[in-house]
């Protein structure tokens, strides 16, 4: 492989650019590589080989990080920000930032938990953000910064969406990352805490805060109250 | 099922359609990322060093003026334009006109009506009601006040809901508390007058008379009319019957109440009158728009697409009856019914409870609408409303079907419990 190749990024002796990462990742599996570079690796690759080879900056290592777990980062960044038009930027940084940031990675094998938890860490920095520009924003204007289209049809459930997702984006940054997991993903309680490296406790508390403070604004909204769980259903996270 | 269940799972289903759909991921690929990783702390310090103090200061001057001018209320003329201050509103001819403003307090202009808006500021607006009849409904705050001048009265409110009007002509003021209080005061009272809930105050400049009464009910006369002036004519007409009105004399009051009235006939309100209020969320006050302009002359005359929204808004101010005229009016006025059906069915599933009509409205909504849009809900709901009514056969049927075309839909759960039994 020579050094002269798109990916000749991962080589130490040049930071990885914008347009490099770009190149890396928008080749589709099988496909021949640019500059006659052909790819290095299988996709059964192991997790923690892959690690070695992404910490080895190897040619080919930082496409195959993106195909397989793509789809699992959009999911959780969808999850955690709802259907936001940032959201593919927001795949992007938090692959830059797994692969900045991989020589930390103490344990190769634990390659997916690592990946999850950098895209929910890129997404909570982006509700952060997000909440405060809007807040900022409404200094100069008395408008309610206009939601993201939905891509849903129907009126009565495009309605009942934003409702959800305008009370969701009242939520803090934490709780709400954890209850979307919890309630919209359906993700254990552990695998939650592992994610957002906390502890069980407190994602209990997140969630439990999350959903009083949830269910209380929905229980006023005529069009999501009769969604409301019984009060015995509202113990358990 | 749980109920909150369905909200999660049909947002977790939109979401993966999105993802489907959007393609996130070709999106990052092809992503142009903010640099915000690639700009090393070197390259941002001095940035930031001259940054902080600007953007302090920014904040610092946008703080101060917003507290003086931005958070002055805004408001939406009855065209749906912005407000201007100063400007002379002018009520459409065919119905009552909403006057909305941003803290979500409401004037309902009667036909004919004028009114201008001469001053806004955090705390309220003044308001001149230069001719006909106003129905407000103004949202308490610890801190609001509230002016509306009529002909030579002042009205100062806090919060509250009322009727006003001013006949120019007969230089007769008069005004109906429905909730809350306020303080009137003018050129033909002695003294400024509090006037409470269920009172009415009349007062007849030319005839030096001022009248004080308390009605019965809290808003309904005793034929259960609404006394609202906007069931009278904006130029003068009397307000409704004053049969049921106790009449409490004042110091210089005299005489009985007026006895009489003449209601104005019905009319049929612009296209999408009530839209901006149901998109608002306003439900109640869109229901109350349409009724005061005779909610059976609108199912009866208005279009099916309005039908639909204010069969939703009455839906959601929990008033199933007027939903379900609205709704069933919207029927013959759409192609296949629209979705009415399917709000048909939703209003007998939710409201109601009575699961065998929900069943068949979901199924004629399916029957209906081959294309719609909301199909999969609809085919979801029709198997658990018909296993609910009990129709364990009927539930079967449609949990087959449901999971031959929706296989990995928000209630495939269901059906696959529906199909193999308890």
């Given amino acids: ?237 | 099922v749980n109920p909150s269940d369905r909200l999660w799972e049909t947002l977790r289903d939109e979401q993966d359609r999105a993802r489907e759909q959007a393609r996130y991921l070709a999106g990052a690929k092809a992503a142009n990322p903010t640099g915000r990783v690639e700009a090393g702390p070197r390259r941002t310090v001095w940035w930031g060093l001259v940054a902080i103090p600007v953007v302090a200061a920014v904040a610092v001057v946008t703080t101060f003026w917003r507290s003086r001018v931005a958070e002055s209320l805004a408001f939406t003329a009855p065209d749906g334009q912005t407000g201007r201050i100063g400007a002379w509103i002018a009520a459409s001819p065919e119905g009552p006109s909403p006057l909305t403003f941003s803290d979500g307090s409401l004037f309902l202009l009667s036909p004919g009506s004028r009114m201008r808006v001469t001053s806004t500021d955090a705390d309220g607006a003044r308001v001149v009601l230069e001719r006909g009849q106003a129905s407000a409904s103004v949202v308490h705050r610890t801190t609001s006040h509230w002016v509306v001048d009529v002909g030579p009265f002042q009205v100062a409110v806090v919060g509250t809901r009322f009727d006003v009007s001013w006949d120019s002509n007969e230089e007769v003021f008069r005004l109906n508390l429905r909730e809350g209080s306020v303080l009137v005061s003018g050129a033909c009272i002695v003294e400024p007058r509090p006037v409470a809930r269920g009172h009415r105050l009349r007062v007849s400049c030319k005839g030096a008379s001022e009248e004080l009464l308390e009605t019965r009910g809290e808003d309904d006369g005793p034929d259960g009319v609404r006394p609202s002036p906007l069931a009278a004519d904006a130029t003068g007409a009397r307000p409704a019957t004053d049969d049921g009105v106790v009449n409490v004399p004042t110091g210089s009051s005299r005489g009985h109440a007026e006895a009489s009235s003449r209601a104005i006939a019905p009319k049929v309100l612009p296209s999408g009158a009530w839209h901006s209020l149901v998109a608002a969320g306003r439900y109640r006050e869109a229901l109350e728009l349409a009724e005061r302009a005779g909610f059976d002359e609108q199912c009866r005359r208005a279009g099916g697409a309005d039908l639909l929204e204010l069969g939703d808004a009455a839906r959601y101010a929990g008033t199933a009856k007027e939903a379900q005229l609205a709704y069933l009016a919207a029927r013959s006025k759409l192609p296949g019914g629209g979705r009415s059906a399917y709000a048909l069915g939703l209003l007998a599933f939710d409201r109601e409870r009575d699961f065998g009509a929900a069943a068949r409205w979901f199924e004629a909504y399916l029957a209906e609408q081959p294309d719609g849009n909301l199909r999969q809900e609809a085919a979801g709901r029709a198997m658990e409303a018909w296993q609910r009514a009990g129709g364990l056969d009927r539930a079967r049927g449609a949990a087959l079907e449901y999971l031959r075309q929706y296989p990995n839909g928000a209630q495939a759960p269901l059906a696959r419990q529906v199909v193999n039994g308890p």
């Fill in chain 1, 1 to 237: 492989v020579s050094r002269s190749s798109a990916f000749g990024y991962w080589y130490p002796e040049r930071r990885p650019g914008k347009a490099d990462l770009t190149a890396a990742i928008e080749r589709k599996p099988g496909d021949p590589a640019r500059r006659s570079v052909v790819r290095l690796f299988p996709s059964t690759m192991t997790d923690s080989a892959l690690a070695q080879a992404l910490k080895a900056r190897e040619p080919g290592s930082a496409e195959l990080l993106f195909d397989r777990y793509g789809p699992y980062t959009e999911r959780l960044i969808v999850r955690a920000v709802g259907l936001d038009p940032e959201v593919p930027d927001l795949i992007h940084e938090a692959f830059t930032r797994t692969l900045e940031g991989i020589g930390r990675l103490r344990k190769s094998s634990t390659l997916k938990g690592w990946v999850g938890s950098v895209a929910l860490f890129t997404a909570r920095a982006y509700l952060r953000n997000r909440r405060s520009r809007r807040r900022w924003l409404s200094l100069f204007s008395s408008e309610e910064v206009p939601e993201p289209a939905a891509v849903v049809a129907s009126p009565e459930v495009s309605r009942t969406l934003a409702r959800t997702y305008a009370i969701l984006d009242t939520l803090p940054a934490d709780e709400r990352i954890a209850f979307a997991l919890r309630m919209v993903d359906g993700m254990e309680l552990t695998e939650i805490a592992q994610l957002t490296g906390v502890s069980l406790a407190t994602v209990k508390r997140r969630i439990a805060r999350a959903r009083g403070l949830f269910w209380e604004r929905a229980r006023r909204d005529p069009m999501l109250q009769e969604h409301a769980p019984r009060e015995k259903d509202m113990e358990e996270p």
